[in-house]
C-alpha cells in the first residue's frame, strides 16, 4: 500500500511538567505503529517526527512518555481526517500486548475476567485511560475514557477496540456488545462504522463512554481457560506493577490524583491506602524523590486548569469541579495564584 504524505502542521499545546511523566507500555506503541501501517500512513516516519526513537519499539516491555504518543495520534487524526481510526486497532492486535497481563488474558475463564483484569491492572500498559467495570441490575457496564489532555481519545478507543477484536478471536466472531455509548459526536460516515464494528445500537454525546452487555456473552466459558498460566501470569502482573511504583512513587502518585480529583478523594491517606502504603512511607519515598504530595497535587492540579482552561466548551465551574475544587471562588483564588490573572481574564487573553 502507498505511503500517505505526512504534512508538518501546529503542535497543539501539551502539558509540560508532571504529565510529561506518565508512560506507556511500547507494546502499545507497536499496536499504533501497525495500525498506522495498515491504513498507509509512513509510520516511521510520523514516531521520528514526535520524538520517538524506533529502538523502543524492539522491546514491547520498553515504556514510551504519553504526551509523545498523543502527539502521534493526533498527527495521525489530521491526516486521515477519520474519527474512527481507533476502530483499526482490532485488525492489528498481537498475543503480548499486555506484557505480563497477555498470558491471564489469554487463560481467564470467561471474558467477564478479562474485562476485569482489564480494569484493575490497566496501569502496566495504559495508566491514563480510565476502565472501569460495573454489575447494573442484569447488565454490566464498561466505562471507559481517556484522561484528558494527556491522552487522546484515539488512544483509548483504540484500546477498547482492540479488546473487542481479542473477545472475538477467543470467544467467537459473533461476539458484540448490547449497545455503546460515546462522549463524542460522530459524523455519519464514523456512525455508520462504529455500528458495523461493534454491531450493536450507537448513542452519541453521552455523558460516558459506556460499553453495555449482557451476562450470557460475557460469562460463556472458553476453551482457552487455564487456571495455572492464569495465576502465574497474574502474580507476574502484580510484581511488574510493585517494580514500576517503586521506581517512580511521583508518576504512581500522579496517576492517582488525577484519578481522585473529580470525585474529591484525593486526600493524602486515601491516595496512600490506594497505593498500599503507610502516609509515612509515601511522604518519604517522595521526599526521596525530591518533592511531595502537597507539590504534587497543586503541580497536577495547576497543569490540568491550564488544560482545561482552553477548551470552551467547559465552563469555569466545570473546570473548577474537574479539578477537585468545591467552590468556584477557591478554584479562581488558586488560579489568581498560579497565573497571576483570574481564569476568566486568562482565558480572554489567549
Known sequence: MTSMIIKKSIERPMPSEIGRQSTLLAAWAVVIHRLLEHRGIDANALFTECGIDRELLLNPANRIPH?????VWQRAGEITNDPSLGLDAAEVIFPGMYHTLSAAIYAAPNIL????YLSRYRRIFHPLSRMELQRDGRCFRFHWGPKEPYV?????????????GLCRQLGGADFAPSEIHIKRQ??????RRYKAFYRAPLYCSQPENTLVFAPGPLE???LTSNSV??????QATREYIATLDEEDICNTVYCKIIEALPARAYGEEMIAQDLHLSVRTMQRRLKDAGTSYDRLLQDTRRELALSYIRNQD????EISYLVGFTKPTNFTRAFKRWTGQTPGAYR???
Do not use: C, D, Y
Not at 504526551?67 to 502527539?71: A, E, L, P, V
Not at 475476567?113 to 476485569?116: I, V
Not at 467547559?314 to 465551574?317: A, G, P, V
Open 67 to 71: 504526551h509523545q504518543i498523543g502527539k
Open 113 to 116: 475476567t478479562m474485562l476485569e
Open 152 to 164: 487522546s481519545h484515539f488512544g483509548a478507543e483504540a484500546v477498547v477496540a482492540a479488546f473487542i
Open 186 to 191: 460522530l459524523n455519519p460516515s464514523a456512525q
Open 220 to 222: 460463556k466459558p472458553l
Open 229 to 234: 498460566i492464569e495465576k502465574l501470569s497474574v
Open 314 to 317: 467547559l465552563s469555569l465551574q
Open 348 to 350: 480572554e487573553g489567549r
